[in-house]
Nanobody
Framework: QVQLVESGGGLAQPGGSLTLSCAAS??????????MGWYRQAPGKQRELVAT???????EYGNSVRGRFTVSRDNDRHTISLHMNNLKPEDTAIYYC??????????????WGQGTQVTVSS
């Protein structure tokens, strides 16, 4: 059994910064994770891409966050971080951690975290 556990959400003022973290862990040994990423869902809207980072370090960002957010990962610790700068009220959403092709002793699977709330408001 593998879980993705997020942390770091909360309240920030417009123009402020927050950092989200996510760690993959569980009773099974994790060998590798192909892609780790962050997605978000605001009330009444569909879940959208925030940022992803592949095992080789290549990144992809959603148009609305490019230039303001930075994603990074630690392959050895199976963690991903999202540094969010110049936050805007429209960044308010539940942020979900995602792991694609997470390999354990029993095979491959994709996982989602439980979500962490980010609220940007003055």
């Amino acid at each position: 059994q593998v879980q993705l556990v997020e942390s770091g959400g909360g309240l920030a003022q417009p123009g402020g910064s927050l950092t989200l973290s996510c760690a993959a862990s569980g009773s099974e040994r994790i060998f590798s994770i192909s892609i780790m990423g962050w997605y978000r869902q605001a009330p009444g809207k569909q879940r959208e891409l925030v940022a992803t980072v592949r095992r080789n370090g290549s990144t992809e960002y959603g148009n609305s966050v490019r230039g303001r957010f930075t994603v990074s990962r630690d392959n050895d610790r199976h963690t991903i971080s999202l540094h969010m700068n110049n936050l805007k009220p429209e960044d308010t959403a539940i942020y979900y951690c995602n792991a694609v092709r997470l390999a354990t002793e029993t095979g491959w699977s994709d996982y989602w975290g439980q979500g962490t709330q980010v609220t940007v408001s003055s």
